[in-house]
């Protein structure tokens, strides 16, 4: 069971657009920033939102971040096949001192 | 271009021991603080241990703490992780990342070393 929750799977067609959701507690993403991980199937992690709603260098703006309260969501704007992945949100958390991911959202491309 | 490289990943017995190491490069690394991760196939992220950037302050997971030890060094420009009385369930893909700006985020990544525990 993880700390954060997250929807097991997502789904939607190309060009249209998708979020996904992130809940925690006031001990993680109540007082932390939230970042999200792109991870295609057979790959490492990448970095694809960080400080709740900033993205690195080369991440396309099609990928945005929110955090509301004890909330996060991440959404996906024309929605293309290679989005595919599995996402995870993730916070520092308080109360265990250590980074806490949630159980992740596949995301299927229709 | 900066990278990670994690080795050390073998088939260990139960009660056994490993060390994985990291080798990094393209970036200060004596600048960043450094993360362990682990994926059992087919399931989620677990973060397992995090090091400053001088080795000074260590972190945790519950399910590790007492029995795995980070450590790095710098002039190597290395991280380690030391896995003692190992279990089945600590069998899985380990990542090793580079810390961003806050506590929590990874930035980069590295390709996984595989450890079974069988």
Redesign the interface.
């Known amino acids: 069971q993880s700390v954060l929750t997250q929807p097991p799977s997502a789904s939607g067609t190309p060009g249209q657009r998708v979020t996904i959701s992130c809940s925690g507690s006031t001990s993680n993403i109540g007082s932390n920033t939230v970042n999200w991980y792109q991870q295609v199937p057979g790959t490492a992690p990448k970095l694809l939102i960080f400080y709740n709603n900033q993205r690195p260098s080369g991440v396309p703006d099609r990928f945005s971040g929110s955090k509301s309260g004890t909330s996060a969501s991440l959404a996906i704007t024309g929605l293309q096949s290679e989005d595919e992945a599995d996402y995870y949100c993730a916070t520092w958390d308080d109360s265990l001192d250590g980074p806490v991911f949630g159980g992740g959202t596949d995301l299927t491309v229709l | 271009e900066v990278q990670l490289v994690e080795s050390g990943g073998v088939v260990v017995q139960p009660g056994g021991s490993l060390r994985l190491s990291c080798a990094a490069s393209g970036f200060n690394f004596d600048d960043h603080a450094m993360?362990w991760?682990r994926q059992v196939p087919g399931k989620?992220?677990?973060?397992l241990s995090?090091i400053s950037w001088d080795g000074s302050r260590t972190?945790?997971?519950?399910s590790v703490k007492g029995r795995f030890t980070i450590s790095r060094d710098n002039t190597k420009k290395s991280l380690y992780l030391r896995m003692d009385s190992l279990r089945a369930d600590d069998t899985g893909l380990y990542?090793c990342?580079k810390g961003?700006?806050?506590?929590?985020?990874?930035?980069?990544?590295?390709?996984?070393t595989t450890v079974t525990v069988s």
């Open positions: 993360h991760v989620g992220l677990q973060w995090l972190y945790y997971a519950d990542f990342a961003g700006g806050s506590q929590s985020d990874m930035d980069v990544w590295g390709k996984g």
